[in-house]
């Protein structure tokens, strides 16, 4: 990544038209994982006074949005999603061009955006999200009359958005985070992620164009321009947390960047939450009977669950859990062929691939880990990495708790007890965790059980008979969990509940009709 | 208060049935308001190993918990309810001896505890505060079929309580945080605190008693005593904060107090959240025809309500806001009559009228605020503070911000504005507060509007034509607010929600029938 300092003619998408730029912008090229070059496209990265400036401007449509109805954010939610649509296939090109995931992947991506954006925008709409709850009054009743409550959600204020390398559409400009904390009423001030500036930049103008369209405060959503790996790049985070305009964060990265950040915005004057997804181990137990019955096609599953995006998922397997016995032997066998067979795919930028590589070592030099498949070589050129099956016994993983660190990248470990009572203690041991899944065949009930048990208190999700990646939006979903997967486990980042994070509940005592939120009346 | 090394017989109640003191315990006395004086009795001061002992009992208990049918938390908070009912008069002596507030606020404070425990017992009963969500499955979906998806809330883990001076029992022992905490499916351990030894003895030996009644794991309560004023008392919270099987902190307290729990429980290994409910301005306004009207009948109220248990309330009404004129010279005039004609009432102890006084001298040091009402002296023993009205301009108060800050103890400052833009420009420059309230009359509401709109954004509660003591404990209430006021704006320490802060949402994502939690099926 070069940084250069030259004038730009004007910006390709002026997102934030609070905001003239007093200087010759500096800019960055971002690198393409399929060639490992810079790719030709420059970029801004914003200025101090930029960022002080979007976000003075979210201060403002906070209180402008607030005197809103309703019906506001709905149409600029609907509208966002219009706007990204309408970007068709220009968008996934240049999304892949900057992460080298593929054009179908994105294409799935882009419509999941697109869905939680109106997902939200039906909540906003019907309300209940905002949780009204009344108490009558009871103005007879003895010592003292009871007064009337009316309590609702309201929004905490400009909320600053931090996406994430490997969904650069769903948890990214216009992804989850943004899409619930507009649906709560909070404007929202991006800062665009350096691995897809150009993915970035054209959301924004997006985003942008639906604001206007729906006639809303142009503070509502800015767009902090970012990268080149500078000072620069660090500063413009660290200003953003401590802004004292913005009253909370949404982060979703991994486990350093994210207790970075919560740790930066607790220490400020006023303290603010950070809401950070950081991933995890994600374990998948397979019982006795289900291994037997279906191994070949559980592996085949596995297979693709765990060498999906190459790997960088959040909720990627690491840990896939077995009994010892032929049956484990011949699923062993189907998963090392289908990882062996396999062409090595992109990693999303070269700093991944190193961190994967020297967490692999790590894992590695642990006594009784070995690698036992590995997919095809690498290309020359590119930012390529074979994915890579390890194995280990569970005395191993109980020996060494740094086995249950997330290693973000195309590498699973096979674990296998001797028994069930190995594996229930294995699933006790387990840390917080995003998800984690339970294969289990009927006559596997009376184990499954405990292991149940023991695992829905370590994960906020967990699945049966099926894998943890492919993150259903829906109501229900919870998309969190216990620490080290977040730093707030009441909370999800994924389903309404989402919304809740850019909340604070408000209650009115004996209001007069006049005076109440609309939506206590 | 002395502390002292000595063996005592035997403890007067035995809560922590698992723990079994190895040496001569340290002991401590507190000193009753009334006299001055310390009272005879002896109190025991945990030791490092009891902490760890009860800690560890406690994450037992909340496997076993887990396990339980709900029910069982049902007849425990019913049956803490019904324990501390029959306790009876003698609560009420010991309590008012070691805090100095009268028999007859401390009868409502036992019964506003015990309807607590009551409700919080009926909302498990009901089972929807538990929030249960379904999103049903659809097989047949194009592309990928869509997973049957339920979530429910579940219990974090074991929760520390600290217990506030001012409501010893309402937020103690078996207060607003424990009976939550229990509701959640939590364990709790009270830290005893050092102002009311023989009230949280006395409530844990009930509460004991009532997890006995209700068949309940021993770990599920324990109560710490905690005194003394030595190096011990102070780590009995750390230890205990940052004890591996604690997952969260309930405390209600002072602003010092709580940030320094908040930043323990951030620094931990594995970090966890605390709640801290620290107490604010709770600014009152009242609007020209109000004033004009009911002048002398809100200086009553308002007078009641600032020096309520010698303004020793964390909704103390600190700031109130007039404009000035006839109204509120007639108006100051009947406050300072009802304030000068006053006796001078306990303080809770030396050290919380020490810190009342310092911070009086502070805002005293202010140029341009006067004393203009003082309560009669005090008597020569016991630990008395007359109550003081303190007075100054709007110009004065945007001036300096330290008069926003909180003063716990009998004082209150009348600010007088010059018009309704100044009483609008305070309104907007309020920091964080529990509550507010405005005095309005019909032919006010042009006025009240939009004061409405500005303190609405910083409150977690407005009260209209009435104080901001006395929180209703009703399922609508909120009692929380942005910083300083709490740690954690979104969340209330009165009212169903406060269980949430106990609890993180799960999700099943195709369970089988037969292994789905209970509430799911």
């Given at each position: 990544m070069r940084l250069k300092k030259r004038r730009v003619?004007?910006?390709?998408?002026?997102?934030?038209?609070?905001y003239a730029e007093p200087m010759p912008p500096a800019t960055f090229r971002c690198v393409s994982p399929f060639t490992g070059q810079p790719i030709a496209r420059e970029h801004r990265i914003a200025p101090p006074d930029e960022v002080d400036s979007v976000c003075l401007a979210a201060a403002e449509a906070f209180e402008w949005l607030w005197a809103q109805p309703r019906g506001r954010r709905v149409a600029l939610l609907r509208g966002i999603a219009d706007s990204i649509a309408a970007l068709g296939e220009s968008l996934l090109t240049i999304a892949s061009e900057e992460t080298g995931l593929s054009v179908p992947r994105l294409a799935g991506e882009r419509d999941r955006t697109i869905f939680t954006l109106r997902m939200f925008a039906d909540a906003v709409a019907d309300g209940s999200c905002f949780r009204p709850a009344f108490d009558a009054a009871n103005p007879g009743r003895a010592a003292l009359p009871k007064p009337d409550l009316r309590r609702v959600l309201v929004p905490l204020g400009p909320v600053a958005v931090f996406g994430a390398s490997n969904f650069p559409l769903a948890y990214s400009t216009a992804g989850g985070d943004t899409a619930s904390a507009l649906a709560a009423g909070c404007p929202v001030v991006v800062k665009g992620h350096p691995l897809h500036p150009g993915t970035g930049e054209m959301v924004a103008a997006a985003v942008g164009e639906a604001v206007r369209s729906a006639g809303c405060?142009?503070?509502v959503f800015a767009y902090l321009p970012c990268g080149g790996g500078g000072e620069r790049e660090l500063a413009i985070g660290q200003e953003l947390v401590t802004h004292p305009a913005i009253a909370a964060v949404g982060f979703t990265g991994s486990f350093k960047g994210g207790m970075a950040l919560h740790k930066l915005a607790g220490a400020r004057a006023s303290p603010i939450p950070v809401f950070a997804e950081m991933g995890s181990i994600n374990p998948v137990f397979i019982l006795p009977d289900a291994l037997a019955r279906e191994g070949a096609a559980i592996a085949q599953k596995l297979f693709g669950s765990f060498t999906?995006?190459?790997?960088?998922?959040?909720?990627?397997?690491g840990l896939v859990i077995v009994q010892g016995g032929p049956g484990a032997e011949a699923f062993a066998e189907v998963l090392a062929a289908l990882v062996n067979s396999a062409p090595a795919q992109t990693m999303l930028s070269d700093r991944i691939r190193s961190s994967f590589l020297s967490r692999l070592h790590d894992v590695g030099e642990v006594p009784g880990v070995d690698a036992v498949a590995r997919s095809r070589p690498s290309p020359d050129s590119g930012i390529y990495q074979p994915a890579i099956l390890l194995r280990t016994a569970a005395a191993t993983l109980s020996r060494f708790p740094t086995l249950h660190d997330e290693c973000f990248g195309p590498a699973m470990i096979l674990v296998v007890c001797r028994d069930a009572e190995e594996m229930q203690r294995a699933a006790a041991n387990m840390?917080?965790?995003l998800a984690a899944a339970i294969f289990a065949a009927e006559s596997d009930h009376a184990v499954a059980q405990p292991l149940t048990a023991a695992l829905v208190r370590r994960v906020g999700r967990l699945v049966f008979?099926?894998?943890?990646?492919?993150?259903?939006?829906?109501?229900?979903m919870v998309h969190g969990g216990p620490y080290p997967a977040t730093n707030q486990p009441h909370t999800t980042a994924v389903g309404i509940m989402a919304l809740e994070r850019w909340c604070r509940p408000v209650c009115y005592q004996n209001a007069p009709e006049g005076l109440l939120a609309g939506e206590l009346r």
């Open positions: 003619a004007a910006h390709p998408f002026p997102c934030n038209p609070g405060h142009h503070g999906n995006s190459n790997g960088q998922m959040c909720t990627k397997p840390p917080g965790a008979n099926g894998l943890t990646t492919g993150v259903e939006v829906s109501p229900a």
